[in-house]
């Protein structure tokens, strides 16, 4: 019996009728070693090329059989479109922001091109490459950083977070409202390109902030974001989140990314009938270090609690085995027989 991917994934993110297997997703990144190897691509030129940039999100879902194709690995794409310095790693080592612009919280240029700007032109491009390969057949997620993140980029993280600490409640408004469109103008474009469901990336968590300063601050944040957006959101924080779930669900998000510190009963014990849940898998002690039957046992248990989209809890390490990725797609497809990508057999 064919199945199709697209179809799985955006039932269970919109609480459909359940398909004939859970799907198998991740709206980071499952960008690995092995993964490069197989596609022929690697890092950095996976970052800044858009033609690499799809090759490497496809083999995810051509090689594993994850139902979801995700092409932006980095989280600093925005930042460099907004003028900050970026060091694009290698292989072995992911992109990260070198001096902040705005760390004396003097207001943001948002250029009138931003969207133009190679770091964002590379994702759009390579979401329209993808759209033309797998467009209907799979999921194609985009990734957006949120306010809250792009102010650690453009400011510091230990810099922003000492504002919010310090009570400067002006000084932190002023820097998130003046990032909330660029926000809102990737997303769609991200949609306009072909992505079928957009990742807010938004990293307020509960190591770093309280509850009730995502209530205070980004809440309502969120709420305009998800507002103006042209399709369905998932939430991405980092983190044991178990103290804000609630205030999640308020959003307007259509799903929750989250981590395997948050226990998946619990979740859709809480938030499963308001948003859908995604994820869940441990990246460092099952999925880099374990072995496939540790991650085949907490895929299981996830499916079993009822998360909507099973897969890792965030962008894998880059040394992750594909043979333990692939354990996530076997716990999915448990009880139908694989013939051949996106058909099972009963």
């Given at each position: 019996m064919k199945i199709n991917s697209y179809n799985l994934v955006m039932?269970?993110?919109?609480?459909?009728?359940?398909?004939?297997?859970?799907?198998?997703?991740?709206?980071?990144?499952?960008?690995?070693?092995?993964?490069?190897?197989?596609?022929?691509?690697?890092?950095?030129?996976?970052?800044?090329?858009?033609?690499?940039?799809?090759?490497?999100?496809?083999?995810?879902h051509e090689t594993l059989g994850f139902d979801t194709v995700m092409p932006e690995y980095s989280v600093v794409q925005e930042a460099a479109a907004l003028g900050a310095q970026v060091d694009w790693g290698g292989r072995d080592k992911m992109p990260?922001?070198?001096?902040?612009?705005?760390?004396d919280f003097s207001d943001i240029s948002v250029p009138a091109d931003l969207l133009e700007k190679p770091s964002c032109r590379v994702v759009l491009d390579a979401i329209s490459t993808i759209?033309?390969?797998?467009?209907?057949?799979?999921?194609i997620i985009g990734k957006v950083m949120g306010p809250w993140t792009m102010s650690y980029h453009m400011a510091g993280t230990q810099n922003f977070l000492l504002?919010?600490?310090?009570?400067?409640?002006?000084?932190?408004?002023?820097?998130?409202?003046?990032?909330?469109?660029?926000?809102?103008?990737?997303?769609?474009?991200?949609?306009?390109a072909g992505a079928d469901i957009v990742?807010?990336?938004?990293?307020?968590?509960?190591?770093?902030?309280?509850?009730?300063?995502?209530?205070?601050?980004?809440?309502?944040?969120?709420?305009?974001?998800?507002?103006?957006?042209?399709?369905?959101?998932?939430?991405?924080?980092?983190?044991?989140?178990?103290?804000?779930?609630?205030l999640f669900a308020q959003s307007g998000v259509d799903g929750y990314h989250f981590e395997w510190q948050v226990d998946s009963k619990e979740a859709v014990r809480r938030v499963g009938d308001r948003i859908s849940l995604v994820g869940n898998i441990n990246n460092p002690q099952a999925l880099l270090q374990g072995t496939p039957e540790d991650v085949y046992k907490q895929a299981r248990y996830a499916i079993e609690a009822g998360v909507n989209i099973i897969g890792p809890?965030?962008?894998?390490?880059?040394?992750?085995?594909?043979?333990?990725?692939?354990?996530?797609?076997?716990?999915?497809?448990?009880?139908?027989?694989?013939?051949?990508?996106?058909?099972?057999?009963?």
């Open positions: 039932s269970a993110m919109f609480g459909g009728r359940r398909g004939l297997r859970p799907p198998v997703g991740n709206p980071t990144s499952i960008a690995c070693h092995g993964l490069m190897d197989r596609a022929g691509v690697s890092f950095p030129a996976a970052h800044l090329h858009s033609q690499a940039m799809a090759e490497l999100a496809i083999a995810g990260d922001v070198k001096g902040f612009p705005n760390g759209r033309r390969h797998v467009g209907g057949r799979a999921a504002a919010v600490g310090m009570g400067e409640k002006e000084k932190v408004r002023r820097m998130l409202r003046q990032l909330v469109p660029v926000t809102i103008a990737f997303i769609n474009a991200q949609f306009s990742v807010l990336a938004d990293h307020a968590t509960r190591n770093l902030v309280g509850p009730y300063h995502y209530e205070e601050y980004l809440l309502p944040i969120h709420q305009e974001i998800t507002a103006q957006a042209g399709g369905p959101i998932i939430l991405h924080v980092c983190g044991n989140c178990s103290d804000r779930l609630e809890e965030c962008a894998v390490p880059l040394s992750t085995p594909l043979e333990n990725l692939r354990a996530i797609v076997e716990a999915a497809e448990e009880g139908y027989p694989v013939t051949e990508v996106g058909t099972l057999q009963r």
